[in-house]
């Protein structure tokens, strides 16, 4: 089968940062399914696994962490999925990515795909949307049912004309929850409204004196999606007494946790790798989510943040979409489809 992988880990502008690779076709066992792979998504953290350094491998890695297609094979222990089943997931960091033909993957992790979007519309969507689904609803405990006290309550979503961003604005909003969005150029601003963000701050100034403009004091909770070092000491200024803070991005330098003390705010973490890393015990929540999900846009309620798409699936193409991601400066998700 056709896939793209890498042997060592080089700047993208290098050829042999991501080649193209024939590998055989692996076989599905236990609760795994064999998918053949329609679209990709291109993540940050496909960048960031790839990012230059001295090490090497001795078999090709393939990377990838998104992907939308069809059920061609299933292990003997499934029960959730059968062969011609349209599906979306994405997948588990310690396995092999997406980047590939036919890909394994857990059925406890993966989604029906949505009836109304393309396969490349829906590759999309996996892994951000269950990294904001789980910071909203899981880390952060927001109640999505609980429309009418969701009203009451604002977050502040840093960073959100990102991939996370351009779902998480679209869930909360979904909960009910007043949406103020962070953008700092006119087309990202411009994007995250018609995601449906209430009030639109930039995340190069200050975000007390943004709130105060829009008459707000603080905020009930802040989801940060960029640079954790650089918003920590706003985000302790901006948070209610009492509120919640998550961060998906690790820190570079260490974070003093006492700014929220006299605030008893709590600050939380979400990784939504956590769940198929550690085969937890819940981890088939990931498809319960992906299905609802599904849902919400089969009824026209979420739309797919997809904004540019590439093809064929081939390392060059693969190689133009990580530059992409790695400027910082993606407006929603790139996506790529259809193997050459
Ligand atoms: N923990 C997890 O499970 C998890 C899951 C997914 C992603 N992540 C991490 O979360 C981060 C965001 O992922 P993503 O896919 O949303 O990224 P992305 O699509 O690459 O984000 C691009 C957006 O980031 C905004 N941005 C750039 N610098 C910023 C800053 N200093 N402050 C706030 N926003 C800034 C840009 O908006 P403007 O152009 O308007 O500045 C741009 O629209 C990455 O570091 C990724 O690795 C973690």
Not at 56 to 61: A, L, M, R, V, Y
Not at 188 to 197: F, I, R, Y
Not at 262 to 272: D, G, L, P, Q, Y
Request: a negative charge.
């Amino acid at each position: 089968m056709k896939a793209v992988g890498l042997l060592k880990y080089l700047p993208i502008e290098d050829e042999k940062s991501l080649f193209d690779v024939e590998l055989p076709k692996p076989r599905a066992t236990g609760r795994d399914l064999l998918v053949k792979v329609k679209a990709v998504s291109i993540n940050p953290v496909d960048v960031k696994v790839r990012s230059p350094k001295s090490k090497t491998e001795e078999q090709p890695k393939i990377l990838g962490w998104d992907a939308s297609g069809v059920v061609v094979e299933t292990g003997e222990d499934c029960h959730d999925f059968q062969v011609g089943d349209e599906v979306y997931y994405s997948g588990s960091l310690i396995r092999p990515g997406t980047y590939s033909e036919f890909h394994l993957v857990d059925e406890r992790i993966v989604g029906k795909k949505p009836h109304t979007l393309t396969f490349a519309e829906s590759a999309a969507l996996p892994l951000t949307s269950i990294t904001a689904w789980e910071a909203l609803f899981d880390r952060l405990a927001i109640e999505a049912s609980d429309k009418e006290n969701n009203k009451q309550k604002t977050i502040l979503i840093i960073g959100g004309a990102g991939g996370v961003g351009s779902i998480a604005i679209q869930l909360a909003k979904w909960a009910g929850l007043t949406v103020i969005a962070t953008a700092s150029r006119q087309s990202t601003s411009d994007w995250v409204k018609e995601l449906g963000a209430d009030f639109v701050m930039n995340h190069h100034h200050s975000f007390q004196e943004q709130l105060k403009q829009h008459g707000m004091e603080n905020v009930d909770f802040i989801l940060c999606l960029n640079n954790t070092d650089q918003h920590w000491l706003a985000m302790a200024d901006a948070i209610k007494p009492q509120g919640m803070i998550c961060s998906i991005v690790e820190n570079a330098q260490p974070l003093d946790l006492n700014v929220l003390k006299n605030k008893s705010a709590t600050f939380v973490w979400e990784f939504m790798f956590t769940r198929s890393m550690y085969e937890t015990e819940d981890m088939e929540k990931q498809q319960q989510l992906l299905n609802q999900l599904s849902e919400l846009i089969d009824i026209g309620v979420i739309k797919t943040t997809l904004k540019k798409t590439l093809s064929p699936i081939h390392a060059e193409n693969i190689r133009k979409a990580h530059a992409l991601v790695e400027s910082g400066k993606t407006i929603g998700k790139i996506v790529l489809e259809d193997f050459a």
